[in-house]
């Protein structure tokens, strides 16, 4: 898929680890693990509006399109 | 009643299989038995009969041998469901085998209704009669059950693709 998911990069800059967003976000870290690994196939709306609030973020930041 | 899991119904279908491959081949081995003798006055007559019958109990054997391989797929399914494996692509492809070897059969079927429509003449009329029906019977019955599967098959292919987009999303 075109779509990237880069929570990496912005768990980096906010130096959060990955169970904690997992945690504030309500979602486990094996579910994160596949948005990280972009294994997924598709992500709510809240999911989003979780982790772009958690993150203070915009959706932009964690999501990307390489052709 | 339970349908999936241990000690459920799909258990005790499991079970129902088991005992029906086992007396397929003991038929198919009844029927092994009767191609040799059949062979046998092949090679001391050579009668056309004996050929008629050569052929007929080869094609029945085949359907024998279809016949425990679709119940070898079927196993495969009811033991997937009796391990609550509902959504595999195991599954899938084990009914598609079952599907084909439906339409398989029906060829088969078809091709002793014909063998035995060929020798109309030679053969006694209640013979002919209770087997033309037999075989008409399965042709029909293995086509519908063939093509019935085919289209589960592919119902379920979906109910699948649909299982993996819904544990994907996030």
Same mark, same amino acid.
């Given at each position: ?10 768990? /980096? !800059?906010?130096?959060?680890? %990955? ?14 693990? $596949? *948005?990280?690994?972009?294994? /997924? !196939?598709?992500?709510?709306? %809240? ?14 930041? $964690? *999501?990307?399109?390489?052709? | ?170």
């Amino acid at each position: 898929m075109a779509i990237i998911v880069n929570v990496d990069v912005m768990l /980096a !800059k906010r130096k959060m680890s %990955s169970n904690e967003l997992a945690e504030k976000v309500g979602i486990t870290p094996a579910n994160l693990s $596949i *948005l990280k690994t972009n294994k /997924a !196939k598709a992500i709510r709306f %809240s999911t989003l509006d979780k982790i772009c609030e958690v993150l203070d973020c915009k959706p932009g930041d $964690i *999501l990307d399109y390489q052709k | 009643m339970k349908i999936l899991g241990k000690k459920s119904l799909s258990s005790k279908v499991l079970v129902g299989l088991y005992g029906l491959f086992a007396l397929i081949s003991l038929i198919d081995i009844g029927i092994f038995s009767i191609i040799f003798k059949t062979v046998r006055d092949i090679l001391n007559n050579n009668g056309l009969e004996d050929w008629f019958d050569f052929v007929l109990f080869t094609i029945v054997i085949f359907t024998g041998l279809m016949a425990l391989f679709i119940i070898v797929q079927f196993m495969k399914i009811f033991q997937n469901l009796k391990n609550n494996v509902l959504f595999c692509k195991e599954n899938t492809k084990s009914l598609s085998n079952v599907s084909y070897s439906c339409l398989f059969m029906a060829v088969l079927y078809f091709i002793i209704s014909i063998l035995i429509f060929c020798m109309l003449k030679k053969l006694t009329q209640e013979f002919v009669f209770y087997i033309l029906t037999f075989s008409i019977t399965f042709t029909i019955l293995f086509f519908v059950f063939g093509i019935g599967i085919k289209i589960l098959n592919e119902i379920y292919k979906k109910a699948i693709e649909y299982k993996e987009e819904n544990d994907y999303t996030i």
